[in-house]
Structure formats: C-alpha cells, structure tokens
C-alpha cells in the first residue's frame, strides 16, 4: 500500500469520528440566540462594525416597518451608478474609483494623473520574479497561484512589518498595480506547463489603464476594442467594493485587527474569495448557461425554458441542488444596482460579439426565474438577478478563461480591501475577537486544585 493510499485510508476512517464529535444540533442554536453565519433568520447580517467607505441599500422603511426597495451601492458617498455615467465615451474609470475608495475623495485632473503615474511605476515585479515564483508549480488554481506571489513579494520589503499608515498605503498601491499581473502570468504559466500552450508574456504599458493593461497581456496580438475595455473597466468598478460586509472583507479587517502585514492581510482575504461561494458564482452561472443551452430544443421558446427552470428549481436537473444560479443576492431584494448598471454595457458588447442570441435567452431566464422562484419558494425579500448572473457571460464574450474569472474579481476587489485595511488602521485598533460559547459534555470532573 502507498504512503497516499494509507493517509487517505486514515482520513476515510476518522471521517465519521469527526461527524460524531463535531456536530451541534440546531435546536442549540437557536436556544443560545447563535445567528449562524453572522446573518439572522431573516438574512440581515449581525452589526460588527461601522465603515465609512462605503453603503448597500436594499430596504427602506415605511411607517415603521421594514420594506424592500430596489437596491443602491455607494462609494465614499457617491452613488456608483453616477459614477460611471460621468466617464466619458473613451474615459476608464478603475484609476478614479480606486483613488476615491482609497483615500475618500474624488481626485481633480492633476490628482488623478499624478496617481495613475504611480499605479504605472509601481507595476513592476522584482527582478527573474516571474521565471523563479510565478512559473515555478503552477496550477489551474490561479487564485492559489497569486496568494503565493502575494506573500512571497513580501520577502522584497524591507517594511513588511511596519504598523506606519504610510507604509501600508505604499504597500496596497504596490499590490493593486500588480494584481493584473500577477493574474495573467499565473494563467499564462498554467495554460503553458499543463496545457501544452505557447508561452508570452507581455509587460504593462504604464500609459493603459488597468482594464486595458489586463486584456493587452492576456491577449497574444495585444489587441483589443474600446468596448471590450469599457465593459471589463465597468465590471472592475461594480466589484471593487461591497459593504464591508462580505467574507473577504471582513476577513482583511479580521487580520489586520491583530497587528498582521498588509501582504497577510490580502493573502488572507484572497484565500475567503477564492470559495465557491463567494468569489466563485459566476463560474456555476456559466456551468448552469451552458447546461440550460445543451436540454433545450429552441432556446428562443419561452414556454421550453420556463418548464427547464421548473425541473431546476425542483432538483431534477442540472447540479440538482434546486438552484437557479445568479438569482438572489444575500443582502440586496427587489435589485442588485450592479447588475442593472452593467446589463446595458452587456447588451452592447453582445451586440459587437454578434452574441444576441445568446442575450436573449439571459433575458428570458431573468424574467422568468424570479416568477418561479415567487412560485415555488417562501421569499421575504423578493428575488433578482445579481450581478454574477451577466460577469460571466461578459467574461466568455472578452475570451477570458474560466481560470481567471475569481481572479478578476479579486483584481478589483483589493481595491476595498485596502480601504478597508486602512480604516481598520487608522480607526480600531482593537483585535477582533467573536465569542463562541461551548457546549461540550465534561466527561471527567475537574480536579480540585492544578
């Protein structure tokens, strides 16, 4: 017998030991008021801490009671929705968005340039750090890949360690810039060694923005359009940040809440995106896409797709778990205002993708899924699509790989977590730690005296 084969035979055996030892009844949650998941019973998450960077609106309140009402994302006080209508027809929005997030104004010109100047300077990774980290073990895992660039950069930092704000500013610049390319190489280094690809990898150009910068190294010819970059600059934007709230926030506050660097705190929060289900639903959407495609006679029949979604709510079809995949959202109801923002700059690249087709039939599931889901499930707050639902059809249209759609995310994600780490910084300074209360059985008494 092999050493694997003996350790997973180990593992299998102590399995349901575990099961036994570690399970805690429902009943005990409910008797210690234990909200699992920080969310309570209705799904409205338990108050851990304030954060002025930035605010999710999904209900409004009417005489008293609590209602719905169509969801609205803010950053640093403004509405997420005027912040991309002001771009211009060829302006990128990631740089701007990224300095308001970080240091909570909006940049003028000079500002704003004088900032892209240092996100350009500051994507440069050490010397031979592609050949000798990022090429070296790759794997499929992308998101693994750059949490080990991540902490191995920390290596080249004479201040890992250093609590200065400045420092961590400095520091979170430095890993913002570099994301994209730490994405793209761990792809390319992949797609290479286990996929038996060419290899290329094309530096930065400091003059392109970050949407820009990301499908220029992905690409082979370095080309691309002005609306494949406006519709991944938009997405960039839409998931930069998202009300201190989430599983990846929270942990980076968690982190740095007990004095850790900025390149564990990151590394840490890469690690909480990276689960399905979080960073990854956009990945089951497309899975779920291409399932609903396959059983369909005519994907343009209405009466067809609703009857398919029926059988999927009911668990006889596709994963059987009895989801519909990019319908819902954990905290907003009537809306997810980024899927609304960006379903436009979808229709659009679809349209240049000579994908209508394809847009028909997400805009038929959209409105037939809620309907269903009203039919066959007790929902308090009402279902939309969010905006996953769109991020991985747009993904598909730009040739992006499904290997680095969480990546991506995480690529406009640092953004928030940085804020977020810096206000932890500057307005805490107290370590987190959550009570759990023991319900174990003493099986020995205790002695009298140590």
Known sequence: MSFEEKINGYASEKKELCIANDSISDTLFKEYGVNRGLRDQNGKGVLTGLTNISKIVSFKSENGVRVPCDGQLWYRGYNVQNLIREL?????????????????????ASQ????KQVMGECRNLPKAFTRDVI????T?????????????L?????NIGS??????????IQLISVFPMLAVYGYHAYNHFDNNQSMYIHRPDPELSTAENLLMMLRPDKKYTLTEAKVLDVALMLHMEHGGGNNS???????????SDTYSAIAAAMSSLKGPKHGGANIKVMEMMDNIRNNLHDIHDRDEIRDYLSKMLDGQVFDHKGLIYGMGHAVYSLSDPRER?????????AHEKGREDDMELYNNIEELAPELIAEKRHIFKGVSPNVDFYSGFVYDMLGIPVELYTPIFAVARIVGWSAHRIEELIGMNKIIRPAYMSVMEEKEPAPEKY
């Open 112 to 115: 704003l340039e004088e900032f």
């Open 88 to 108: 211009g027809e060829t302006e990128f929005g990631f740089e701007k968005t990224a300095y308001l997030l970080l240091f909570g104004e909006k940049p003028d």
């Open 341 to 349: 923002i960006f379903k436009s700059f979808v229709e659009e690249l």
């Open 249 to 259: 926030t929270f942990t980076t506050r968690v982190v740095t809440s007990s004095g």
């Open 140 to 152: 499929k895992d992308i998101m693994n890949s750059m949490t080990k660039s991540i902490l191995t």
């Open 154 to 158: 920390s290596s080249y930092d004479d």
């Open 135 to 138: 090429m070296k073990a790759p």
């Open 163 to 172: 609590a200065d704000l400045e420092n961590c500013i400095r520091q979170c």
